[in-house]
């Protein structure tokens, strides 16, 4: 997992190491403008835009590296005379000692037509929580326009670390310097697409800084033993599938089959029951008869126009039109349970008047899941995952907008009740099918990509 930080998350692991550790805030800071310098290409003039904070302290002490290391190195600050306090005076002082001065334009972009180099954005940091405005926001824009490579200190200014949304302008920087961790901004579209590449920059914090939210690595699987058999891997049911929907209950089948559960049924409706068999000859398909047969490790019920979820007393995955109104808080509470709605169906699942943005989304993940044992999986554009008595969220970086098209949930339901089966605890389950099922569309053109193609990538991302 990689954690992403509030700003106020950040400020507690820098507090830890100066209150705790007592190491100085300086020396942060001076460690902070060593690894930011390293990331700039030796050979080429420096602009270094200053804020009055300790962004700007970064930026300053960086200057001073860079002129005693002989490098063509030029300060401008947006603010006339600006009040340094802290460490940003101490940096002010330093950088005056070398004969470094700073200088100003009323036309930033007029003077931004001689720049050579880089860019250096010190211009404000982990402080940041509403839009820019006044000389600031005349500068950003003009850097934005300039079209010259851009080196943001931990963050681009005008973004705010804690949050995935953008509050108003902000620098489109070419390269990121993230100090110490990342924070949220770094890790959530839409902030995220403005950091560029981004470096950590290690700084001497002496222990992991907590966070509550958290990006989903690769997943670690365990190893299948040599001589393990079909019924090793568990045995998945999938109640799916009505007239004109068959489709649904062949994708879930596949997901759970591609992950490699050792057996799945299908139960369905009469009906569609030959459809459904004629295309998934590696599955039991059964017409449905009113109950769970008893060898089931895993059950999951709704894709494909089914609503009623049966009697079932052990783990459970509920989909799609299972995911019945008002019904969220009974499946939260239920241990053993994860639901998988996309936007709209979490709206009508906990009554809320429409879908959310992304923040707003966290902020009702984190409400619905608080302290419940069950496991919410919030599809979308980086899904979360949430729940299953544990405080943190889980944000999935795989996938990308071709995954919009039919069946592709119905695909991931059947993977999370196919890793389930295995033996994964159901939270886990559900970020390791989130994973993968964003990792194989990651191998696919960006439009027209089929969920059974998802499907038949998976082995291999699995071998992998």
Known sequence: MIPLLTADEMRAAERQAIEGWGIPSLILQEHAALGALALLPPDEPLQILVGPGNNGGDALALARLARLQGREVTVWSPFPQPEWRGDAAIQARLWKGLGGVMQDAAEPAQVMR?????????????????????????????????????????????????????????????????????????????????????????????????????????????????????????????????????????LAALGALRVGAGLVTVLTEPEVRAEIAAQLPEAMVRAWQGSVPVEADVLLVGPGGITQVPDWDGPLVVDASALRAGEGKRWMERPGTAITPHPGEFARLFQLSRPLLMDERLAQARKVSAGQPG???????????????????????????????????????????????????????AAAATWFHGAAADRLPGAGLLPRDMAGLLPELLRA
């Open 114 to 250: 001689s720049w050579r180099g880089w860019v250096v954005d010190g211009l404000f940091g982990l402080g940041t929580s509403r839009p820019l405005e006044g000389p600031a926001t005349l500068w950003v824009r003009a850097l934005n326009a300039s079209g010259l490579p851009i080196l943001a200190l931990d963050l681009p200014s005008g973004l705010d670390p804690s949050t995935a949304e953008l509050p108003g302008e902000a620098v489109r920087a070419t390269r990121t310097a993230c100090f110490g961790a990342r924070k949220v901004c770094h890790g959530l579209l839409p902030a995220r697409a403005l950091c560029g590449e981004i470096t950590v920059i290690p700084i001497p914090l002496g222990q992991t800084p907590q966070a509550t939210l958290q990006m989903l690595e690769r997943p670690t699987l365990p190893p299948r033993d040599w001589n393990a058999h079909k019924g090793t891997f568990g045995h998945v049911v999938i109640r799916a599938g009505s007239l004109g929907m068959s489709g649904a209950a062949v």
């Open 375 to 429: 496991v919410l999986v919030l599809k979308g554009a980086q899904s979360v995952i949430a729940g299953g008595a544990r405080e943190e969220l889980w944000i999935n970086p795989t996938g990308h907008p071709g995954m919009a098209t039919g069946g592709s949930g119905d695909l991931l339901a059947g993977m999370v009740a196919g890793f389930r089966a295995q033996g994964l605890p159901m939270r886990e389950a």
